[in-house]
């Protein structure tokens, strides 16, 4: 951890440095200073962690997870991640990479399913959810995203997607789109993707899970959502639910081809 | 009217579940999403679940996003013409307030999250899309850049009958933006109370005032 902190304020002299220069500078600065910490992507603890509690028998039902299907059959991990959201006939459901897990860990392990969604970020199963995320990303990594859309309830959902992508509303009436419908921009110094169509590899859907270095949390894409809400000053979206589970079908069939780097590192 | 549709949202479920439907038409899109919102969300902290009732400019604005093309020349208008209704403008007639008072205003992008209380002072997030003054190099690039806005404007006595029409649509796109571009991204500070009387005060002298450091 000291190792991470050191790199920061390395990296931070370095962006004030470039301040003095161009904007492009900061940019530089800014992929540099990733390009240092990907070294030791603190992710790669939730990986391990992730992958003990996939093969370890708990829960209720003192079981594991080996036998849990994220799409691709029963215990098939790898390539499951950049196959997610979609249709599983078992629930009925389009459901995104999180949400299949809890699925799992209620089937399988015997756990309360809707008490681990109504769980804060970060604590208890939630914890536990983000960590087997990362690890199940991890197993795809470099692999492109390729959804099925081949289901009449995923392209359903593909459509609703598009809806809530562009939906104004809160005091703000911002949308996803506002800050990502169009290529080029930045908020600030960051540059934003363009979530209307396949922003490139390792950008937007293809980078998270990520670690975020400015407040030391791993995120899954179920918390990312979650923020992005809150920074709309939209209401607070459940766990799992049909929006978050839209927009993700929305934003992944629109990542096709785009190589996943998750679990990513981020600012 | 009411009663018909709500009842094609569960049946059109039930056909998705049995897997045999075609993906339902627009309107039943449109019904469907609505009813995902509302089961979706809930109240959080300042962050209640009345913020997603959308208004005439909301909603047909989202509508020819999802269409992917400008809406109606004649709607657009109408939505303008609203929105310029709700325009107040300054109750003691001055335009201008404090330019210093604005920059911080403009830097601030606080308020109106969940995380947020009731009684955080509200920013005007405007660094996060424009650049503004010279100074700041970590603006957005969102919206336009207003580096010397005054002054390109011609503005250099803001009390000048000349500078009134430009001071009055500047006054105007702050509080209510949709009043001149129907599906403006930016925010109706004013409207919809992100900022008060004042505060746009500020803002506008930031803009406006011959000393602000935007217009030298």
């Known amino acids: 951890m000291n190792n991470i902190k050191t790199l920061t304020a390395l990296a931070l002299t370095a962006l004030a440095a470039g301040s003095a220069l161009a904007q492009k500078s900061a940019a530089d600065g800014i992929a540099e200073y990733r390009a240092m910490l990907a070294d030791g992507n603190p992710a790669e603890l939730y990986e391990a962690k992730g992958e003990d509690l996939w093969k370890q028998k708990r829960g209720p039902k003192n079981a594991s997870l080996e036998q849990c299907d994220l799409g691709k059959g029963p215990g098939v991990v790898k390539g499951a991640f950049v196959e997610l959201p979609r249709y599983f006939a078992d629930t009925k459901k389009v459901q995104d990479l999180e949400s299949r897990l809890v699925t799992c860990m209620e089937t399988l392990q015997g756990f309360n399913g809707a008490e681990i969604a109504k769980t804060p970020f970060g604590r208890g199963e939630q914890a536990n959810v983000t960590a087997l995320a990362t690890w199940i990303a991890a197993e795809s990594r470099g692999m492109k995203f390729n959804l099925p859309n081949n289901h009449v309830a995923e392209k359903t959902m593909y459509e609703v997607g598009k809806r809530l992508f562009f939906m104004r509303s809160g005091p703000h009436d911002f949308s996803c789109a506002s800050c990502h419908g169009e290529d080029g921009k930045r908020i600030r110094l960051q540059d934003l993707p363009n979530l209307t169509k396949n922003p490139g590899d390792a950008i937007g859907f293809a980078a998270w899970p990520a670690y975020r270095v400015s407040n030391g949390q791993m995120w899954g894409m179920q918390l990312r959502l979650n923020d992005c809400y809150r920074q709309q000053r939209f209401p607070y979206p459940h766990f799992g639910s049909d929006a978050t589970i839209a927009l993700g079908m929305y934003m992944g069939v629109n990542a096709k081809g785009a190589e996943s780097i998750a679990p990513a590192i981020k600012r | 009217m009411k009663k018909q549709m709500k009842y094609i949202a569960p049946a059109l479920l039930a056909a998705l579940l049995a897997g045999c439907a075609m993906v339902p038409s627009g309107p039943e899109l449109d019904k469907l999403t609505a009813d995902i919102v509302k089961a979706s969300f809930r109240d959080q902290g300042i962050a209640k679940v009345d913020r997603l009732e959308l208004d ?161």
């Not at chain 2, 970590?138 to 430009?166: C, H, Q, W």
Request: aromatic letters at 8%; one cysteine or more; glycine letters at 10%.
């Open chain 2, 56 to 216: 005439d400019a909301n909603r047909e604005c989202m509508n020819a996003d999802v269409a992917g093309k400008p809406m109606d020349e004649k709607l657009a208008k109408s939505i303008e013409e609203a929105n310029f209704k709700t325009i107040k403008w300054p109750s003691d007639g001055k335009f201008l307030g404090d330019w210093k008072q604005g920059e911080q205003i403009a830097q601030s992008g606080r308020g109106m999250t969940w995380t947020d209380s009731a009684n955080t002072v509200n920013g005007g997030n405007c660094y996060n899309c424009h650049q503004i003054s010279k100074e700041e190099i970590s603006f957005g690039t969102l919206g336009p850049s207003l580096y010397n806005y005054g002054k390109m404007r011609g503005v250099s006595n803001p009390d000048a009958p000349e500078s009134k029409a430009i001071i009055e649509y500047t006054w105007g796109k702050i509080w209510n933006s949709r009043a001149y571009n129907a599906c403006s991204q930016m925010p109706r500070a004013g409207h919809k109370g992100i900022l008060n009387e004042q505060q746009v005060k500020h803002i506008m002298a930031l803009l406006l005032d011959p000393k602000s450091p935007v217009n030298q």
